[in-house]
């Protein structure tokens, strides 16, 4: 079959905690945006649970962390890999100096990429070497922080959001409703704390994402399955709260968890993604002032949606459900919502991330 773009997948490999993985590692795959059929380029089969892959500004390198626990080593990794034509070849691997690293993330210079553990409230920040692989971590900080809800015990980072203007890395902290706020110094790879912005209690902060110009940020919340809109000022790198709004229909009781967020390629919609009640929320955000209007909620025709990716064109949404072993695809209409087209077949997938 004849292929014009790629998709990187990762995918859970083993029995961990509640994540039953039957994936191989992180998948290359040859596809056409919006059709069903799909070719196995690659797959890069020797590391464990690569739960999150991020792809390096020149697309020349891959890096993927390997979310283990203290069961398979004395601590986690993230590993970097080489792309040549359709295939992945392993550069080396770093530890991640802690455990279950659940996000990976390149500084859009190339020159530094960022790792957040869940389990040991720890973030490092490795530079990258000419090779494309990685090097000593130069940065690991270990967070504190805790809250009222059960999964809050400590610390749990959840994911590194850059700014568009490089200068600042925020990372939601699950563990301890705040988003850390540090100044990024590219020069001696360094990150100098900037404080924190906090959300309201069992919020659960997990990802992050910017508006292009950077005038706003959206910080979705598993927790309290919400999320929360911020000014941002990207001179200082502070935020300040706007809205908080449910990514549920009013009146679900049901449980859910919400898992990942994205922009539309224009900047006029938001959406996110419900795992439990297995839904993409869709939401119009006021140009002026950030805010979001709930517009739909549309079913992931599958189970557990812990994470999507928009097409590089705009025209399509996949959806990654991890429980079903499916990637479901989604034509995104003049009106924001998205339509169901196709799906395809991949073993827990969990991060999806298109070439450019």
Same mark, same amino acid.
């Given at each position: ?33 919006? !059709? ?115 999964? !809050? ?16 890395? *925020? ?10 706020? *540090? ?18 209690? !069992? ?18 919340? @598993? ?26 229909? @009013? ?106």
């Amino acid at each position: 079959m004849k292929t014009e773009k790629k998709l990187f997948v990762g995918a859970y490999t083993k029995k961990e905690g509640h994540v039953d993985g039957k994936g191989e590692g992180v998948y290359l795959l040859g596809l056409s945006y919006g !059709q069903a059929a799909f070719e196995r380029l690659d797959v890069a089969d020797g590391i464990i649970n690569p739960s999150f892959v991020a792809l390096s500004p020149n697309k020349r390198f891959l890096y993927a962390v390997s979310e283990t626990g203290p069961d398979v080593d004395t601590v986690a990794y993230v590993y970097a890999y080489a792309l040549q034509g359709d295939s992945m070849t392993l550069l080396n691997r770093q530890p991640s100096y802690s455990f279950a690293p659940c996000h990976v993330s390149v500084h859009p210079s190339g020159r530094y990429v960022f790792v957040a553990n869940y389990v040991g409230g720890v973030i490092a920040m490795y530079p990258v070497q000419a090779d494309g692989g990685l090097g000593a971590a130069k940065e690991v900080i270990h967070l504190e922080g805790n809250g009222p809800h059960p999964r !809050q015990e400590s610390s749990h980072p959840h994911s590194v959001c850059l700014s568009p203007n490089a200068r600042f890395a *925020y990372v939601p902290d699950l563990g301890a409703d705040k988003v850390m706020i *540090y100044r990024i110094n590219t020069e001696r790879g360094e990150l100098h704390p900037e404080g924190f912005a906090r959300l309201a209690p !069992q919020s659960g902060p997990r990802h992050m994402a910017f508006s292009a110009d950077g005038r706003f940020a959206y910080v979705i919340n @598993e927790l309290s399955n919400t999320i929360t809109a911020f000014r941002a000022n990207l001179k200082s790198g502070q935020l300040d709260s706007l809205q908080t709004i449910s990514t549920l229909p @009013e009146g679900y009781s049901g449980e859910s968890y919400c898992g990942d967020l994205h922009l539309s390629s224009d900047g006029h919609f938001l959406y996110g993604s419900n795992r439990g009640h297995n839904s993409l929320a869709t939401f119009a955000i006021e140009g002026e002032t950030g805010r979001l209007s709930l517009l739909g909620h549309e079913p992931t025709r599958g189970d557990f949606p812990r994470n999507f990716a928009l097409t590089p064109d705009g025209a399509y949404a996949y959806v990654a459900n991890q429980n079903t072993g499916n990637i479901s695809i989604f034509r995104i209409k003049p009106d924001g919502l998205p339509e169901y087209v196709a799906e395809m077949k991949v073993p827990s997938p969990v991060c999806l991330v298109f070439e450019p």
